[in-house]
Structure formats: structure tokens, C-alpha cells
């Protein structure tokens, strides 16, 4: 006897054996049981989905011998005859091979007004009506409108789309689906015992992918297998004949990149090469294994969207914890740029380690997005480590020392005149931003330019204290005052810092540092640097009059003028009355220096 091969051998003869489509069966076999059965079907879906084997199979139920019947018994001759393609009343026609009207009006219109000849009804079934030419669809129009009551066409086609709306919407449409990884497996396995051939699982998880949710494919990569290997087909056999990659090398690639392992993703790819496996497969590979991650992460129970096993599954949802949606995001994106770039590359093994080390370490990665993550990470870390912000919170009045330093030599005032300022907030840091700078920042309830730069590295270092990993985006920036507006200005290249900082919590984090150095809040605004500034041009206000102006209203919170030797007595007078009349009491004495 010839050889047959495995997908026709092993075809679905009845509606109970068809493998997920439940919703076409069901209406097929109610449509039988209660004689309601449509003029026309048009089914649709993927190759190897099972369209023109539910086609026979409804072709059976209507013409069995014990029929119309649901459940055809496959042993009369009516069903043997549909079963092997003999039989006077079931018509298939290959629209792919004959697309003309003459063949349209020879095996369809010339006979469809005929009486069926041996069953209860004459079936028509047209694969890949697609391809009918136009005029074979008007020809085939007519007899669709006003169909003889004993005939019964079913339409198969995998590009629904190219059918006329004329022929559409004369036809009840059922969808086929394709069929996830289970349900392939599950059949792949009854017919491997029952063709006695050993197979892992593993390699039928992964014929079952490499099928893309067509059995009949399925099945025909398992009979190439079986051929290939002698009868016990392994992973290895699987993964050198179809160039696929094993499940477990995704998960061992995924683990590498959310460990941040360079080192092992370097090895990974030199075992790939040294193996032989092409470096597009892999990575298409990995965008599959990754977006699988990202639904698992985005939407917990995604469900059916994930076509993977149970056992995989679980895995991927451990997986996708350590990963995050946000990383999961930037991971996706690299690899679409890889997909393309290797059409092109010179150098495949190259651009898959580059793509490998950018996604495993962010800071390889020039993207507003790998920054983010690299702030988040930052951010994670000081909350399971607090007692650094101590450490942190040290150089505050390291950073308002130097800018007193230069007003004090500029104006000349002795060495320790600023002591008793600067002695102060060494014993109560704490306290310097809360207390200290509101006389100095405020004058007649008007903000003073000079006096908010100098506090502004103050509140650089509570942001610093607060919140460490946030502080580097006000590294670069100075402060302006315009009016009662303080206006954060950044360099013209530190868009991005711009950017950072403008969020809902860094501005939060603004106001709070500002609050606490100068003791109010004023309007806050971000701007980048004016048109011609520069480092040296924006440190050069630095010795500007304005400051030294104010520097008396630090050092004495009442100034007041300098007696001349013409005012003494005057003074000496004036000061002898209040004491006398008032029983004040001198309590210490300030000299000024001539000098001033």
C-alpha cells in the first residue's frame, strides 16, 4: 500500500475530533440538528487551521446515510466515499488552479440546477476562492442569490479580504483561529504513540511553535522528525532541522539580561556562535520570549494572549517580576532596532552583543529612558540604605563657606568678623535653612537676587539630603529672581535634566528644599541658559556690587552708621540719658572698623 502522509492520515473525520475551533463546531452541529443549515458558509483563517477538513465534515453530516446528523457514523458509504474524494455529490474545486469563469460555469453553473445523485444534498466546496478572477464571481454571483434548495457552498479562503463584499455578504463567515502551542502538543503526541516514536516533550513544545498555530504543518514537521531521526526525535534533532531556539536558551538570555551579567551575556553569544545558530532566528526568538514578558508584567492575567504552556508560563511571571513593565519597554525597543540592523550588519555576532549589553546595562544606553531607569534604580537603592543620607547631609554648610569667603575678601572685612555666622550652623546644621536665610532673602517683603544666589547651594544640598539620586539634575543649574518668580536656570545642552526635573514629585522636592533654606516658597520656573551664556560669563556677578551691598544685612541683622569724631559727644550724651531716665543697661560694645 502507498504511503500516506501524517496529516492526511490523521485528519479529523467528525466535528468531535476537530482541534480548537469549538465555536465553528457548535454552530455547525446545531445548524444540522435543527435543519437550519445555510446556502452558503465562507470560512477564514490561517493555513492548517482546518477550514476545508470541516468543510468534508459538514459534507458528511448532511449526506450520511443516517443523516443529516451532527454525529455522521464514518462507516457508510456515503462517508467513505466524502472521506476519500469520491463521491458524485461533493464538488471541490481548486480556485487556485482554476480561475477562470469557463471553469466557474463547467463545474459549477452547469450542474448546480441537477438533482443530487446519490446523497441528500450537493455540496460545493471552493478552496482558495481568493483567487477566483473577477469574472468568475459575477458567474459565481447569480447562483448565490437564488440557490437551488438542495445545494450548499462552503467558500474557503485565507485572505478573506480579497472576496468581493457582493460574495461576503451572501455567506454565513466563520473565523478559524490559530491554534496555541497546547492544543498542537496535545495532537502531537497522540499521534507520535500511536505511530510509535519516542519524542520529549520539549521538542514537541517546540515543533508546535515553529508551526505558528497550523496543525497541518505541525504534523508535517513531526513526520520530517520521525523520518530524520529513526524513530526517538530529540530537542537537538528539532533545533538543528528547523533552526528554531530551545525555550530554555530565551529564559537563560532573559535571566542574563535582568541579572545585568555583561560577562555571561559575552559567553552566551559566543556559545550561540560556536553552535551554529543564526543570530536573526535567536533574536526573533527573543522578541517573542520578551513580549511574552511584557504581557505577563503589564497585564498579570493576560491568559490566552500568552501562547505558551502552563509550566512556561509560570516561569515567565517569575520572570517578569524581576524586570518590571518599564525596563520591559526599553528591552522591546532596542531589540526592534537590532531586528533591522541586521539585515544590514557586517557583523551580526557584534550588533547582537552591543544590543545585549545596552539592554543589561542602562548606562551603555544614551536614551532619555535608560536614564530613567538608571534614576530608579538609584532611587530603590538609597531607600534600603537611609543611613547614608547622614552622610549626605554633611556638606551643607560646606557648600554656603565658599561663597562667603570671596564677599568677605572682597569688602575687606577682617578675618573673623563672619565667625560667630559661619560658627553657628557647624554646631546645628539643621537649623541653618529654616532660620537663618529669611532676613537675608526677604527686604520690604521683595525677594533679593544676590542673597537667594548665595543660599541657592543650600537648597542644592537639602535636595542632596532629601532625595541623593535627584540632586544631579540641579547640579549645573544657577538661580535668577524676576520679580517675586524664582526662575531655575539650566544649561542650554541639559534639556533633558529640564525635563527630569519638571515632573509633579521633583518639583515637590523643589519647593520642600526651598521652603526649608529660605523659608518661603515663591513661583517656581524652569528655563535653559540664555542665548550666549556661558560658565565663565554666569560666575562673573560673583564680586558684583549688589552683593556686597547686602553682605552688612549677614553679618548684622540692625546696621547702623558709623559715628564720626564730630558726632561723639552727641552719642556719649544721647547715651548717658537713656540710661539715666530709662535704666537701660550697655551690655556689649561694637566697634567698627575705620576701613568701612
Given amino acids: 500500500m502507498a504511503h500516506q502522509s501524517w496529516y492526511r492520515t490523521y485528519r479529523p473525520q467528525s466535528f468531535d475530533a476537530v482541534v480548537g475551533q469549538t465555536h465553528i463546531e457548535r454552530t455547525l452541529r446545531n445548524a444540522v440538528t435543527e435543519d437550519s443549515v445555510a446556502h452558503a458558509y465562507l470560512f477564514t483563517g490561517p493555513r492548517g487551521t482546518g477550514k476545508t477538513t470541516t468543510a ?24 467513505l466515499a466524502i472521506a476519500a474524494g469520491t463521491h458524485p455529490d461533493v464538488y471541490e474545486l481548486d480556485a487556485a488552479s482554476r480561475t477562470g469563469v469557463d471553469a466557474v460555469r463547467e463545474e459549477i453553473i452547469g450542474r448546480v ?58 455567506c454565513q463567515r466563520f473565523d478559524f483561529h490559530r491554534l496555541s502551542v497546547e492544543e498542537i502538543v496535545s495532537r502531537l503526541r497522540f499521534i507520535a504513540d500511536a505511530e510509535k516514536v519516542e519524542v520529549a516533550d520539549s521538542a514537541l513544545a517546540l515543533i508546535g511553535k515553529h508551526a505558528l498555530g497550523g496543525m497541518r504543518d505541525a504534523i ?72 511574552d514578558l511584557y504581557v505577563v508584567a503589564a497585564v498579570p492575567d493576560a491568559g490566552e494572549t500568552v501562547d505558551v504552556t502552563a509550566n512556561d508560563r509560570t516561569r515567565l511571571e517569575r520572570q517578569a517580576r524581576g524586570f518590571g513593565v518599564e525596563r520591559l519597554v526599553r528591552l522591546l525597543d532596542i531589540l526592534d532596532k537590532l531586528s533591522s540592523e541586521l539585515r544590514w ?57 565658599p561663597q562667603v569667603a570671596p564677599e568677605s575678601v572682597a569688602t575687606d572685612t577682617p578675618a573673623s568678623a563672619p565667625s560667630p555666622i559661619e560658627s553657628a550652623p557647624a554646631k546645628a546644621p539643621a537649623e541653618i535653612p529654616q532660620v537663618a536665610p529669611v532676613g537675608e532673602v526677604v527686604a520690604g517683603g521683595v525677594l533679593e537676587p544676590a542673597a537667594i544666589k548665595r543660599s541657592w547651594p543650600a537648597v542644592q544640598a537639602e535636595i542632596r539630603r532629601l532625595r541623593p539620586p535627584r540632586a544631579h539634575l540641579f547640579d ?37 528644599s526651598v521652603a526649608a533654606v529660605l523659608g518661603m516658597t515663591p513661583p517656581i520656573e524652569f528655563r535653559l541658559g540664555r542665548q550666549g551664556a556661558s560658565s565663565s560669563v554666569k560666575s562673573a556677578p560673583a ?14 541683622p540692625a546696621p547702623t552708621p558709623a559715628p564720626t569724631p564730630a558726632d561723639a559727644a552727641a552719642h556719649d550724651d544721647m547715651e548717658r540719658m537713656v540710661i539715666d531716665e530709662l535704666g537701660a543697661e550697655v551690655v556689649a560694645e561694637h566697634e567698627k572698623d575705620p576701613a568701612e
Fill in 56 to 79: 468534508r465534515i459538514l459534507a458528511k453530516a448532511l449526506n450520511c446515510e443516517n443523516g443529516p446528523t451532527a454525529t455522521p457514523d464514518e462507516t457508510c458509504d456515503d462517508c
Fill in 543 to 556: 564680586p558684583a556690587a549688589p552683593p556686597v551691598r547686602l553682605e552688612p544685612v549677614v553679618a548684622t
Fill in 345 to 401: 550588519a557586517a557583523d551580526q555576532r557584534l550588533a547582537l552583543e552591543v544590543a545585549l549589553t545596552r539592554m543589561a546595562r542602562p548606562e551603555t544606553d544614551l536614551t532619555l529612558e535608560s536614564l530613567a531607569e538608571r534614576i530608579a534604580a538609584l532611587e530603590s537603592g538609597a531607600a534600603v540604605a537611609p543611613p547614608s543620607r547622614a552622610a549626605v547631609a554633611r556638606p551643607t554648610p560646606e557648600v554656603r563657606r
Fill in 220 to 291: 508535517s514537521t513531526l513526520e520530517q522528525m520521525a523520518s530524520f531521526s529513526g524513530g526517538a526525535i530529540t530537542l537537538e534533532d528539532v533545533e538543528g532541522l528547523l533552526g528554531e531556539v530551545d525555550t530554555e536558551v530565551l529564559f537563560e538570555a532573559a535571566d542574563l539580561v535582568c541579572d545585568r551579567d555583561v560577562a555571561g551575556a559575552f559567553h552566551f553569544v559566543a556559545d550561540l556562535a560556536e553552535r551554529g545558530v543564526d543570530m536573526a532566528e535567536f533574536v526573533k526568538g527573543f522578541v517573542r520570549h520578551c513580549r
Fill in 113 to 170: 440546477n441537477y438533482a443530487p445523485t446519490r446523497g441528500h444534498w450537493k455540496v460545493y466546496i471552493i478552496d482558495e476562492v481568493h483567487m477566483l478572477s473577477n469574472a468568475a464571481f459575477n458567474a459565481l454571483l447569480k447562483t448565490l442569490e437564488e440557490p437551488p434548495s438542495h445545494t450548499v457552498f462552503i467558500l474557503c479562503t485565507t485572505h478573506p479580504h480579497k472576496v468581493p463584499e457582493t460574495i461576503h455578504s451572501r
Fill in 476 to 512: 549645573m543649574s544657577e538661580v535668577e529672581v524676576e520679580g517675586d518668580v524664582l526662575v531655575v536656570e539650566f544649561p542650554k545642552d541639559q534639556r533633558f535634566a529640564l525635563d527630569l526635573a519638571s515632573d509633579a514629585d521633583t518639583m515637590q522636592l523643589l519647593r520642600r
